[in-house]
């Protein structure tokens, strides 16, 4: 019969899960600091658990756009190519690659004049970009 040999765990669970309990560790506040110091000074008025974004009031359908545009997660081509919804990654433009950031800064026919921080700020600029924008991301 085979011996199974482990190594010794350098950090024991029940270790540190006492060392946690002994220094009153609040995992929850510890998260928010970490997500907070990390995310982008622009991001900060989203992050306020006790008031709605901006654009939170926007119908579903331009909410929906307005944070893939925030997250540049979207149904773009390089996305839809990647999840086998396409086999084409190109932009229509003639861009090898559409993303979401290209269709909203980079691309000819439908890039947005303005910065990032209009979709963060949710300004009337932006929102109305996104009414005007011929692909659904």
Not at 68 to 95: E, I, M, Q, Y
Not at 106 to 114: K, L, V, Y
Request: glycine fraction near 8%.
């Amino acid at each position: 019969m085979p011996v199974h040999r482990r190594l010794k765990s350098r950090s024991p669970p029940l270790v540190t899960a006492k060392r946690l309990l002994e220094e009153a560790y609040d995992g929850i506040a510890a998260w928010k600091r970490g997500w907070i110091d990390s995310a982008l000074t622009a991001w900060h008025p989203l992050l306020d658990p006790n008031s709605p974004p901006p654009g939170f009031q926007l119908p579903r359908k331009l909410w929906v756009t307005l944070n893939r545009v925030r997250t540049g997660h979207g149904r773009c081509g390089a996305n839809l190519t990647k999840w086998g919804f396409s086999t084409n990654p190109a932009c229509d433009c003639g861009a090898s690659l559409q993303t979401t950031e290209h269709i909203t800064f980079d691309c000819p026919s439908r890039a947005f004049g303005g910065t990032r921080e209009d979709f963060l700020r949710a300004t009337p600029e932006a929102v109305l970009w996104l009414e005007q924008l011929d692909v659904r991301l």
